[in-house]
């Protein structure tokens, strides 16, 4: 059983450009959830996927959008970079949109310069 | 909105035991969860609570009041492998779906 794998694991980019962040969740999830964690700080909710529908979002502004594939793998974008983007994001994944242990991936490390 | 509270740096020495205070605010309540994270690695999961009263898993025990909207992590038997970051977060409502997380308490182990 393989676990919830991000990619990339690092990316530089600069103020203004798009990213887009990936993720597989672990075998038989069908729930994503996508977390940004700044330095020294505790993982915020941006939004979490189900079944290829958005099920919930936090308070983050709409430059920050996401898609689930029907292989339940998982997709961050983010338009306009600023510089208080920078930050680990992470994915979770989980059996079910109520399930309560998220098995989280490894993150990816974005710096905008 | 949350508002999750947790010391932020603790030192033991190795073989102690510590233990990490969580306190939170919230509008509701569906459990509270502890989990662990290595700098520069993902959390793992390490307790869950959604009753008053103590849950025991090995060396790790989480506590949980809901009338005072406390927990807390006891660590024992301390580890050098234990030295990370302890984070505590909430769910706040009946099939919610999002963990609102404290800022998370560093725990350093010295021998």
């Known amino acids: 059983e393989t676990g919830v794998t991000q990619s990339p694991t690092h990316l530089i980019k600069t103020r203004g450009q798009q990213v887009t962040l990936r993720c597989s969740s672990q075998s038989g999830h069908n729930t994503v959830s996508w977390y940004q964690q700044a330095l020294g700080q505790g993982p915020q909710f941006i939004f979490q996927?189900?079944?290829?529908?958005?099920?919930g979002r936090g308070n983050f502004p709409p430059r920050f959008s996401g898609l689930q594939f029907p292989n339940y793998s998982s997709e961050l974008n983010v338009n306009a970079l600023e510089l208080d983007d920078s930050a680990l994001y992470l994915c979770?994944?989980?059996?079910?949109?109520?399930?309560?242990?998220?098995?989280f991936g490894p993150g990816t490390r974005l710096t905008v310069t | 909105g949350q508002n999750i509270d947790q010391p932020t740096e603790m030192t033991a020495t190795e073989g102690a035991i510590v233990q990490i205070n969580c306190t939170y605010q919230?509008?509701?309540?569906?459990?509270l969860f502890w989990y662990q994270q290595h700098a520069g690695e993902a959390p793992t999961f390490l307790s869950y609570?959604?009753?008053?009263g103590l849950e025991e898993k090995g060396r790790f025990s989480s506590f949980l009041s809901r009338s005072k909207g406390y927990s807390y992590l006891l660590l024992k038997e301390l580890q050098m492998k234990d030295s990370a970051s302890y984070l505590c977060?909430?769910?706040?409502?009946?099939?919610?779906?999002?963990?609102?997380f404290g800022a998370g308490t560093t725990v350093t182990v010295r021998a």
């Open positions: 919230t509008s509701g309540f569906n459990g």
């Open positions: 609570n959604v009753l008053d």
């Open positions: 996927y189900y079944r290829e529908e958005e099920n």
């Open positions: 979770a994944s989980s059996y079910a949109k109520g399930a309560y242990e998220q098995y």
């Open positions: 977060a909430v769910r706040d409502g009946l099939g919610d779906y999002k963990l609102s």
